[in-house]
């Protein structure tokens, strides 16, 4: 498994579990360079280690991508505030952005539940809040 950074970004109990099975080789703060193989099968990975900048090339069958999720905001960050990962930061209990008027629901703004249930409530924020916004307008 390679994580890119020092520390586990999953919950303490996936971490355990990761921690305590016996074929997972941790090697943290190491980067996927490439997937190797042919046009029908994964033969390994090419990794670098962040640290020492060394590159060398681990034997896999499989290759499963599961690099948290980046949301997809990068055509806001000239106008709306991100944080260093690219989730729109929002007021703290509201879906209200830095710019009025602008709201923020779901996956873009949600780096801990990331789930299609917390994305509709958030969803449903958004709406009355912008709802509330509007009647000032009138």
Do not use: W
């Amino acid at each position: 498994m390679l994580v890119r950074s020092e520390n586990f970004r999953a919950s303490k109990i996936m971490e355990a579990r990761v921690r305590k099975t016996e074929n997972i080789t941790i090697l943290m703060n190491h980067d996927t360079v490439e997937v190797l193989g042919d046009d029908q099968v994964v033969t390994g990975v090419k990794a670098k280690n962040k640290t020492t900048g060394e590159i060398f090339d681990i034997p896999a069958t499989g290759f499963f991508v599961a690099i948290g999720h980046k949301p997809n905001t990068a055509i806001f960050k000239d106008f709306l505030n991100l944080d260093e990962t690219g989730y729109i930061i929002n007021i703290p209990g509201t879906s209200k952005t830095n710019i009025a008027g602008v709201f923020v629901a779901g996956d873009a703004a949600d780096h801990v539940y990331r789930q299609a249930i917390t994305a509709a409530g958030t969803g449903c924020m958004a709406a009355l809040d912008a709802e509330r916004y509007l009647a000032t307008l009138e």
